[in-house]
């Protein structure tokens, strides 16, 4: 079938086209804007299903654009781990959008659904490509669609916060342009495929520039993901966000891990000289304190949206001790744990987006407040993403813990992991336990007049309803979910295989 | 002096000059900054196709060495993107100091209610 032929391009096209129609819409057919929107998430949904469908059978497809053998034109590729991003990033999106719609957030300015699905293209570009610089490219597009989205609703403290966020990510747009000039230099090559067989034909010379370009590639890809030393923008962007946009954002740290999973096996895997595994050393320090700074955050936040920023921050760095051991087991692991951690996540923004619209000029800090409309409801959706986030039984966020923790164990270095996630677990219990406690339990007489006068409507609690659904789903599915992680762990980790299929030549 | 000492210190200069004004406290300077570095950026790219003089960057029947044209096509590509990021830039300093009143880009806050916490 033709269409079959083209859906690794669809999950770009279909948002590139949602998102004029929508912004031509908004004006003066909101009713309509509003459903092309979902229409096109639900279309986009779709299509990642099939791709996912299609990339079972093990088979690395690309896609020429424009019909241009590889190395000289831009690829996309669909492998089971694109195929998996896709399938998030659209059940991430299409939760987020339904929220947004149902709490009236995208009609607090023109822009969010041409925004929210440019944001969407550059995600799903970003998954398929097979070209590093086509890779800034989509980074690009999705980071200017998150300026746009994160002043969305505006307010001085977000535009403070915007600009320091836009800042930071300007001058990581630099540090990946300097990275992919040294790399081209180097094997005047940036398709990813091409780059992993000119990487290892590099003489002794060339080595150092080969591990610098690596390494900055890397603090880039770290950059986006916040890792330790350069996570300061995120729990202050995210804070200031609106909750929904943020939830979005719970996907965009993962774009940076998905990027250092795609690059390193292929680009600096063993072959690749000095180069090889080339941020591996750093990585898992990194990842430990970012666990640890993350879950001491979820404990000392004041406000509900800042622990679900230091959450996301602390899932990231849970994320990246088993990434950094770079084998198979420990790969496998961790892609559950990402898609997990997105999840709940976002489903974390969500209950503290509900619970703040519900508390008038509380909002979302965490003190004891007067008792609000669907207190116990909200609590209850706060309680499982906080079991989900933090990693206790029976939610998926265990099991994931459970397999990294497998995983690791007899690898250099599992006691140093051993003792980091079982620790800041921990402290993570603790940390939500206090606040769930003030914030739901706790009753402070005064406003009690106004806050009982927020009456919204139950709706509201959909979207995290449809969020806390998944987590259940993938706790149940849990069998299906790893062999699915470890097939594409397995994948990834045979780069001749990726090379075979987009050069046809072998590594 | 060679070519290539001149660009390289061009770009150093230029990196020097804008991760300086980068991490100054106020957002004019820290627009300048990255628009300095962008340059260098610009600069590097365009010089990773090594540098030649007087060669055609398209194919030309009696020449045998060419100039590489795809450094060129980045620069471009990255020219425009960080054109549209500084123009995105001042107009979010602006805005943000016409509503904080104050153009600090890490200074003191005076919150308004919305979103304190």
Same mark, same amino acid.
């Given at each position: 079938?033709?269409?079959?032929?083209?859906?690794?391009?669809?999950? @770009?096209?279909?948002?590139?086209?949602?998102?004029?129609?929508?912004?031509?819409?908004?004006?003066?057919?909101?009713?309509?804007?509003?459903?092309?929107?979902?229409?096109?998430?639900?279309?986009?949904?779709?299509?990642?299903?099939?791709?996912?469908?299609?990339?079972?059978?093990?088979?690395?497809?690309?896609?020429?654009?424009?019909?241009?053998?590889?190395?000289?034109?831009?690829?996309? @590729?669909?492998?089971?781990?694109?195929?998996?991003?896709?399938?998030?990033?659209?059940?991430?999106?299409?939760?987020?959008?339904?929220?947004?719609?149902?709490?009236?957030?995208?009609?607090?300015?023109?822009?969010?659904?041409?925004?929210?699905?440019?944001q969407l293209m550059?995600?799903?570009?970003?998954?398929?490509?097979?070209?590093?610089?086509?890779?800034?490219?989509?980074?690009?597009?999705?980071?200017?669609?998150?300026?746009?989205?994160?002043?969305?609703?505006? $307010?001085?403290?977000?535009?403070?916060?915007?600009?320091?966020?836009?800042?930071?990510?300007?001058?990581?747009?630099?540090?990946?342009?300097?990275?992919?000039?040294?790399?081209? $230099?180097?094997?005047?090559?940036?398709?990813?495929?091409?780059?992993?067989?000119?990487?290892?034909?590099?003489?002794?010379?060339?080595?150092?520039?080969?591990?610098?370009?690596?390494?900055?590639?890397?603090?880039?890809?770290?950059?986006?993901?916040?890792?330790?030393?350069?996570?300061?923008?995120?729990?202050?962007?995210?804070?200031?966000?609106?909750?929904?946009?943020?939830?979005?954002?719970?996907?965009?740290?993962?774009? $940076?891990?998905?990027?250092?999973?795609?690059?390193?096996?292929?680009?600096?895997?063993?072959?690749?000289?000095?180069?090889?595994?080339? #941020?591996? #050393?750093?990585?898992?320090?990194?990842?430990?304190?970012?666990?640890?700074?993350?879950?001491?955050?979820?404990?000392?936040?004041?406000?509900?949206r800042e622990q679900a920023a230091f959450a996301v921050l602390a899932s990231t760095g849970t994320l990246?001790?088993?990434?950094?051991?770079?084998?198979?087991?420990?790969?496998?692991?961790?892609?559950?744990?990402?898609?997990?951690?997105?999840?709940?996540?976002?489903?974390?923004?969500?209950v503290a987006d509900v619970t703040m619209r519900r508390r008038g000029q509380y909002a979302d800090a965490i003190v004891p407040s007067p008792h609000f409309a669907g207190q116990d409801m909200a609590g209850l959706l706060y309680l499982v993403a906080a079991i989900a986030a933090v990693g206790l039984p029976p939610l998926a966020g265990f099991v994931g813990k459970l397999l990294i923790l497998d995983a690791s164990f007899g690898i250099t270095g599992w006691q140093v992991i051993w003792a980091t996630i079982l620790a800041t677990t921990l402290v993570g219990v603790i940390g939500f336990s206090r606040s769930g406690s003030t914030l739901f339990w706790k009753a402070a007489p005064e406003h009690a007049d106004a806050i009982a006068a927020s009456r919204r409507s139950n709706a509201e609690f959909v979207a995290p309803i449809m969020l806390l659904a998944m987590l259940v789903l993938l706790t149940i599915a849990a069998g299906w979910v790893t062999t699915q992680t470890r097939a594409t762990a397995v994948q990834v980790m045979a780069p001749d295989r990726y090379v075979t299929a987009i050069l046809g030549a072998t590594l | 002096m060679s070519l290539e000492f001149l660009v390289a210190s061009a770009i150093a200069m230029l990196v020097a000059g804008g991760?300086?004004?980068?991490?100054?406290?106020?957002?004019?300077?820290?627009?300048?900054?990255?628009?300095?570095?962008?340059?260098a950026v610009n600069l590097f790219l365009f010089a990773i196709g090594r540098l030649i003089v007087d060669r055609p960057p398209l194919y030309a029947k009696d020449v045998v060495e060419h100039a590489d044209p795809l450094p060129q096509a980045l620069v471009l590509t990255a020219i425009v993107i960080t054109f549209g990021m500084t123009a995105l830039t001042v107009i979010l300093s602006l805005r943000s100091f016409l509503e904080s009143g104050s153009d600090q880009v890490d200074g003191m806050i005076k919150t308004d209610g919305e979103g304190a916490s």
């Open positions: 079938m033709i269409l079959l032929d083209h859906l690794s391009i669809t999950p @770009i096209v279909i948002p590139a086209v949602i998102a004029p129609v929508t912004m031509l819409l908004m004006r003066r057919h909101k009713m309509a804007a509003v459903t092309v929107s979902l229409a096109g998430c639900a279309a986009m949904l779709v299509a990642a299903i099939a791709a996912f469908v299609i990339a079972q059978d093990d088979v690395i497809r690309s896609y020429t654009l424009g019909g241009w053998p590889a190395p000289f034109g831009i690829v996309l @590729i669909l492998d089971r781990l694109a195929a998996m991003m896709l399938v998030l990033a659209a059940v991430l999106a299409i939760s987020v959008l339904v929220h947004a719609i149902i709490t009236g957030a995208d009609q607090r300015g023109w822009h969010f659904h041409p925004l929210f699905h440019f550059g995600l799903n570009g970003a998954f398929l490509t097979g070209d590093l610089f086509n890779l800034f490219v989509f980074f690009e597009v999705l980071l200017i669609a998150s300026y746009g989205l994160m002043l969305h609703g505006q $307010g001085a403290l977000r535009l403070k916060a915007g600009v320091a966020y836009v800042v930071v990510n300007i001058v990581g747009s630099a540090l990946f342009l300097i990275a992919l000039g040294l790399l081209y $230099g180097l094997t005047a090559t940036l398709n990813m495929a091409d780059l992993a067989v000119k990487v290892v034909l590099l003489g002794p010379a060339d080595q150092g520039l080969l591990r610098i370009a690596g390494l900055l590639l890397m603090t880039v890809f770290g950059l986006k993901a916040a890792v330790v030393p350069i996570h300061l923008w995120l729990p202050r962007t995210y804070a200031a966000t609106m909750p929904v946009v943020a939830a979005l954002f719970a996907i965009m740290t993962k774009v $940076g891990v998905y990027a250092m999973i795609r690059t390193v096996p292929l680009i600096f895997g063993a072959q690749a000289g000095a180069a090889s595994w080339v #941020p591996a #050393p750093y990585l898992l320090p990194a990842a430990i304190l970012g666990a640890v700074i993350g879950f001491v955050g979820i404990l000392t936040a004041r406000g509900m990246l001790m088993p990434v950094s051991l770079w084998q198979e087991v420990t790969l496998a692991a961790a892609l559950y744990y990402l898609v997990q951690a997105t999840l709940a996540g976002a489903a974390l923004f969500l | 991760i300086y004004l980068a991490l100054r406290g106020r957002t004019f300077q820290v627009v300048l900054g990255l628009t300095l570095m962008s340059y």
